[in-house]
């Protein structure tokens, strides 16, 4: 019969009994059952589910994959070691088990032949002296017995086999070595044995019968024909030699080789982290240095240590550095300047324009006794110096902005009174263009600001939209001033209906002297700063100003103030996109 490859686990002593031992039985093992409270204590909290455990861990375990080289680096090194690892042990272990198996096998064999062969020459010696078949029968099982106790086999003697014995009936079988069972050998080593005479072996696993204090273990049974010639029968001796020896060898032999592997792997990712950490440390310090810089920090610079790949990383890092300080500073610098020039321009211009006011007024009110070309240009000088004046104190104003030097007087503020007054003030111009302006509002609507600066706010967006409303029956050429306020914000916007905003023009209408159609003409004299200037004053209470647009459909701007100067804005009051406009066409 071919040799098949033992499990020389299956009868190891104690095997399979640590899966039947009951879970409560381990001191500190969780048996399901609730805890108990001492006297007088509350309800024990809700343990999180298993699911919720597991979705945090996992979560976790995510994130730091995700973040962390270092740990991506580990794990990785780790899983392919340990499949390395895992791979040349079970090589290892198959060889070796396969070795020591084959060495057993072939001693048991040869250890067999010898015993059979004894047992052969001994029964032929006796023949010519007993011819009791019982008695020839006994001493061969009892020195076969007692030569196994000494050589370490135990000993099955079977038969007669059916139609060979002339004294003796056919029997089931007899069991030499006390307390084994005859089940050890396998039943078609048997009818191996049987119908073939000659040698013949099978892997086995001893069981000894109940009661008995040793633990079934593996074992190689090798089976022969033999006669007994009191009767001339032949009977079926099975040697079977424990494999006790070369189990625990494999036993100690596996442990050895898990210990190693996991001393193996842990120096795996000891080695791995370190090497990683070389890498990644500088990687962390380059990260907070980028990070101090871009908080302004333009001093801060990497240490350098070394010539490696690293150091030269990191003296390219503060050579680029150097150079963005550099143009940092000269952008910074022609900034200042630029500030300063417009401010001082300012400032210098209001000298000859009081002067030049002075004589456009005189001018101006002389026009009477002009003729009408002159008289004319009088009006026109006045107006343009309205105009130039209006602008420079817009200039005025942008210069503190950029030099940050723009402060609020905080009070609270009735944004429905400040829309009433802001729509009482363009009347006149609302009359002129036709245009009718009304304000919709249920309720008092309060923000801490500054109520001059929010008023100019609405005024530049009140006196934009009659600017743009359209002229003529051909269109709607109404305004609506819109208020409103919740828990947190209070907004007001303000709807036209004239030419609209193109597709990407609602960002770019805050522009600094950015108009939409540069041919457009200019009712309210405007210096084309007005937006820029309330996009910085909603800036400077913490709000919003946001405008919305469509070619032909008009634009809405939206002003939200928090209910309190630097309050977290969550969302407007008031939506961005009108209600008469998310159903028409796109």
């Known amino acids: 019969m071919p040799p098949t490859t033992p499990d020389l686990d299956q009868g190891r002593p104690g095997a399979g009994r640590a899966a039947r031992t009951s879970p409560g039985s381990a001191p500190g093992a969780f048996d399901g059952r609730a805890p108990t409270l001492p006297s007088g204590a509350g309800p024990a909290p809700r343990p999180p589910r298993p699911r919720e455990s597991v979705r945090a861990l996992v979560g976790r375990g995510l994130t730091v994959w995700r973040r962390s080289v270092q740990a991506r680096v580990v794990v990785s090194v780790l899983l392919l070691s340990a499949i390395v690892v895992g791979v040349v042990g079970w090589l290892l272990l198959r060889q070796i088990t396969g070795g020591l198996v084959d060495h057993r096998v072939d001693a048991s064999l040869a250890e067999a032949k010898s015993e059979t062969a004894l047992a052969t020459s001994r029964l032929k010696q006796a023949g010519s002296r007993d011819s009791d078949a019982g008695t020839q029968l006994s001493q061969l099982s009892e020195n076969l017995v007692e030569r196994g106790k000494v050589r370490g086999f135990v000993v099955v003697l079977v038969g007669p086999v059916a139609g060979t014995s002339r004294g003796l009936d056919t029997g089931p079988g007899t069991t030499s070595s006390p307390g084994i069972e005859s089940s050890s050998v396998p039943a078609s080593l048997r009818r191996s044995v049987e119908a073939h005479p000659g040698t013949a072996w099978a892997f086995t696993e001893i069981r000894y019968l109940p009661g008995q204090p040793q633990d079934d273990v593996p074992g190689v049974v090798v089976g022969n024909q033999i006669v007994l010639p009191a009767d001339g029968g032949d009977y079926a001796l099975y040697l079977i030699f424990p494999m006790t020896e070369e189990r625990d060898t494999l036993g100690l032999l596996q442990n050895a080789l898990i210990t190693a592997g996991v001393l193996l792997l842990m120096l795996l990712a000891g080695l791995s982290w370190l090497v990683a950490r070389q890498v990644v440390t500088p990687i962390r310090l380059a990260r907070r240095v980028a990070e101090r810089i871009a908080s302004g920090r333009l001093e801060e610079r990497m240490h350098v240590v070394g010539q490696d790949d690293i150091a030269r990383l990191g003296t390219s890092f503060n050579q680029m550095t150097d150079a963005l300080q550099r143009q940092i500073r000269q952008l910074e610098e022609l900034s200042r300047v630029q500030r300063q020039f417009v401010s001082d321009v300012s400032h210098e211009l209001r000298t000859p324009l009081t002067t030049v006011r002075m004589a456009g007024d005189v001018l101006h009110d002389e026009r009477h006794r002009f003729d009408p070309v002159t008289a004319r240009a009088a009006e026109l000088l006045q107006g343009e110096l309205d105009r130039f004046e209006t602008l420079l104190a817009d200039l005025l104003e942008i210069s503190r902005f950029d030099a940050g030097a723009a402060v609020l007087d905080l009070e609270d503020v009735n944004l429905v009174d400040v ?19 009304r304000v919709v509002a249920d309720q008092p609507c309060v923000a801490e600001g500054d109520v001059r600066r929010i008023e100019r706010i609405v005024r530049n967006l009140v006196t934009n939209a009659i600017d743009h409303a359209p002229v003529g029956p051909s269109g709607r050429n109404d305004v609506e001033v819109r208020v409103s306020a919740d828990e947190h914000a209070a907004a007001l916007t303000v709807r036209d209906h004239g030419v609209g905003l193109k597709p990407g023009e609602s960002a770019m209408v805050f522009n600094r002297f950015w108009r939409a159609d540069p ?61 008469d406009a998310q159903a028409g066409p796109r």
């Not at 802001?422 to 609302?430: D, W």
């Not at 002003?559 to 996109?577: M, Q, Y």
């Open 419 to 437: 829309a009433h007054r802001v729509v009482s003030a363009t009347e006149p111009l609302a009359l002129q263009r036709g245009v009718e302006v």
């Open 519 to 579: 041919a457009r003409a200019r009712t309210t004299g405007g210096t084309g700063l007005g937006l820029s200037i309330s996009l910085e004053d909603a800036r400077l209470h913490g709000g919003q100003l946001q405008a919305w647009g469509r070619p032909g459909d008009g634009a809405l701007f939206r002003l939200t103030l928090p209910r309190r100067v630097g309050d977290p804005i969550p969302h407007s009051p008031l939506p961005l996109v009108p209600d």
